[in-house]
């Protein structure tokens, strides 16, 4: 060790300080990376015979898979369906929160409270919300004369029912971070520009919004992460039923996986999955951060 | 105010200059007790520069704060021009403000945060540029005018919430503690900065600061605060000159005005410890003489308060003594740097005319009359008996400069 200079020591000392997260990241999310990029070009051995290499006859498959183009446009418009709305809702809340008002701290925990709940049991909650016969929604309905809806059976809505929730789940998250951005900006800004007559409507695009941008580019990468990773509602609500109407990408892979059992199409999945991710992320960050302002 | 004189329909705006008048009548802003601001009341004239001074938590900022409309007055009027604006939003008062952290809209650029309110009041574009211009100009910020806010030195972001209040060309502008962020030689150079602004334009400024230099050095009119009420309404020089109250004297001047207990003796008050001299009448006991430090003469004549160096604080034009009188200590300003040895005796003397007198509520004392300093044979005589009483007037025989004494030369 003594023949080491100074510098190297220090480089040492510092990749030994990487390693332990290294370790875990290469394990767990670098390695199956790879692993399912290579599994993704085989065909899966049967009877003991070894995987057979095919090449990107997986891929070509997938291209001419009817079922997945359909649960690719599901997942197109639930990630449509629940993105812009959540956001939106979040920032009204925080903004609503953020004001002087009676009850806040009641209210904003209000707000939090789907976010703490586990996935599981707010599904089992919306169950009961709609439920055909006794859930809340028909009950409501019935009480005003309109015929109720088959929420969760009907093809044509039960997609919609779905985003319902998960706007509901997600916008109380969404909001804390909304909140937090909001209490950062000094309450002069709205002085002054209250001095010169301005709006609040102005203000809010003109100051505010813009502001917020740092939080919004977050929250937008977060938004559509949860919306190609929604596994366990659709487990308790759908099962990607009827007739795959509600059937989402990750889901789809599970399926693949666990259920048929071809596990190299699952992968081949999961590859495109995470390339259209890794380009829409890119997207996102040169485009709008090049407009966003950092404090 | 106009930036130019050339905007037409800015013109019509000058009528006798009625806008810029800002009346406050019993104000007062109460969240709880005791109120923040009790019932203050003072007229602005147009074109005034008038600093709003106090500690803090005086409730000077809270007043500056109800003249924008960003707080609600609890009671009591504000009239700007013949309008009464106590219930008007901000935006309607024709007032701009230069907030103590500026205020700058972080993402904007310097250009658009200067023409911010223009926008807001809905001006044409190419009026907004041409106005821009003027004031950047102005301002000395027209190579800046493309950077944001964060890359700009203080000073310059001094400048450009400066600017941004002075394009709406309202003819009030209210300041709130604008310099304390800069550093001191900038602070300095922005004062100087300000004022000629001021007077260029015409503006009505109300400018609020716990710093007695800006107070002197800017205002035409200094309105000193103490818990929500006000000390004294007047020039710089009757600050200085004429302080209303002891609380006023130990607020302006560095090193403060010297305040020393007095004792009722029998041939007058004199300073308590030190019960030789008579320095005022009796009537004066219990009260507080107070002297600033740059009217205290030392010098080994045969006149004057006994005392005793203390120490002394080099400042390079001029030197601070710390004087043992009685038991209590006092501050002397001498001009250079005399040689002193710790401990030496000498006297103290004063023109009376420059020695203020207050009671024991603090209150200032005109009717009170000083005695004057007679001569005595040594520095530690004690022949107080012999001084004869007269009233004001400089006393004779007493030059400002010390003499041949071994504790103090110049």
Redesign the interface.
Known sequence: MASLNPDRRMQIYGALLMLPAAVLLATFAYLPTIATLINSLFLPGFRGEPASFVGLENYALLIEDDTFWQVARNNLFYAVGTIPTSIALALGMALFVNARLPGRGFVRMAYFTPTILPMIAAANIWMFFYAPQIGLFNTLLEGIGVPGVNWLGDPAVALSSVIVMTVWKEAGFFMIFYLAALQGI?P??E?????????RW?FFW??TF??L?PTTLFVLINALINAVRVVDHLFIMTKGGPNNATNLLLYYVYENAFSFFDRTYAATITVVILLVLAVVATVKFTVLDRRT?Y? | MNLDGAHEKDSERDEGDLDKRIRLETVTKRWDDPPAVDGISFDVSPGQFVILLGPSGCGKSTTLRMI???EQASSGNILIGDRDVTWL????RG???V?Q?Y?L???LSVADNIV??L???KVPKPERRERLNLVANLVDLEAYLDR?P?QLSGGQRQRVALA?AII?EHPICLMDEPLSNLDARLRGEMRREIKALQERLGMTVIYVTHDQVEAMSMGDRVILMQAGRIVQDGTPDELYERPASAFAASFIGSPAMNLVRLVAAEEGAVIEGEPRVPVAESAAGGGLLGIRPEEIEVHAGASGVSAEVLDEEYLGADTILRLAVGNQVLRARLPGRPEVTRGSPCRLSWPLDKAHLFDADGERRDDLSLLAFTASETPHGSDAGSRAASKAGNPPGNPRVATSDPGVSP
């Open positions: 000094p002069e800004l002085e002054a520009s209250n001095l010169e007559g301005t709006s102005s003109r100051v813009p502001l941008m302002h404090q | 924008a409309g960003l939003p901000p935006g309607d007032i701009s403000m907030f952290s205020a809209f972080p993402h911010f309110g926008r807001s009041r944001k964060a941004r709406s």
